[in-house]
């Protein structure tokens, strides 16, 4: 397996000016300006979300038929009702009564099935900066674009919101498995820096401690699956319009964001990305976890502000002899090489294709030739 990266971002990224687009999930109102400098837990805009329709089966409820419902309803059609109040009672002394599960205005009553739609009040939704900056583009209804100088680090594919916290290094060396019980009270609100695996219960155990997110080398597929509850293949389906992985609907969210670095398995986090978050422990930082497969591509990140001056643009390093590259193949997946020739023909590889080609030198000093796709720039 490899994985190809067609940006030219490297995925450790020192110092670099990070944007970061914050938008509502349906139109709503803009509360800053632009130029604004804004904090993690400050709101940047406001919406209501409306909420999914709540179907009572009134007939049942009452023990009449659904002929009698119109008769016994308390509202009528476009009438408002509070959570609480009563919403049709049976005719009778002993004459059950039917309660309003929603506030909210009722809809429909048909007579034909003895239900009724009730259409719940929209809630507020906010939308928090989650990263200290400077809102540098304001888009109309929808949310707002920050900018931060900020160390970064690309995962392969993560899952769940972006959520803010305070880094906590709670592996010693990349190769670790954190184990639960290596999670608790202190770890409320922190983003943990893992090793190379992470077990389903770990998970629960960091969700029950209130963990905002955990970066890891790898996990296993047994393990995410037992962790998220998919019952079938179908929940490893991206979206079939947004391209998001995993889907939206297959997987809500699991209440705090998972970021991958290597992929699945037992895999050591690279030294390149471990080095950069456990020297920026304590620090506060963004984790993405969205992950999008098509374009506008996204890789799941972790954004660390820094207070000092830093380049505008991400470097993009080109791939030519003393690179510092990451391997990307399945036997050297995360280890890091130095480029030492890079083929002008396309060249056989170990799996006998003929392609374009690099040869790279590891830290054991042996060499060998990867296809381009195998290997991603460092600097």
Known sequence: MSLYIPEGIPPVVSNAMARIER?????????VRQGSRVEPEDTVAQTLKPEPPQIINVAR??????????????????SNVEAGQMLARAPGMLGRSCIAPVSGMIANIDNETGY????????????????????????????????????????????GDDRSGVLQLLATDPSDIVKPDQIDARSAYAILICGAGV????LRRA???????????????????DFLGWADAR???MGLHSWQWPSPLSAPDPKLTILVTEGFGVRPMNAATFDLLSAQDRQEALIEGITRLRRPLRRPRVVIPLMRNVQVEPPHPSLRPG??????????????AQVRTVATAPRR??????????EVVGDDGVALWLPRTCVEVLS
């Open 349 to 358: 590889v170990a799996s006998r294709a003929t392609l374009p080609a690099v």
């Open 116 to 159: 009724v739609t009730i259409a719940p009040d929209p809630t507020v939704y906010t939308l928090q900066a989650t990263v200290r900056g400077i809102v540098m583009e304001v888009i109309p209804y929808e949310g707002v674009v920050i900018e931060a100088p900020s160390a970064q680090a690309y995962g392969v594919f993560g899952i």
């Open 323 to 336: 690179a510092r590259v990451r391997l990307l193949d399945n036997d050297h997946l995360g280890q890091i």
């Open 61 to 78: 409820s009452l023990g009449i038929s659904p002929r009698q419902v119109h008769r016994a309803m308390r509202r009528e059609v476009h």
């Open 23 to 31: 938008r509502l999930p349906f139109p709503g109102e803009v509360l």
């Open 235 to 237: 929940s490893w389906q």
């Open 207 to 225: 969700v029950q401690e209130q963990v905002r997110g955990i970066i890891v080398g790898g996990i296993d597929e047994s393990e995410l699956h």
């Open 199 to 202: 077990s389903a219960a770990a």
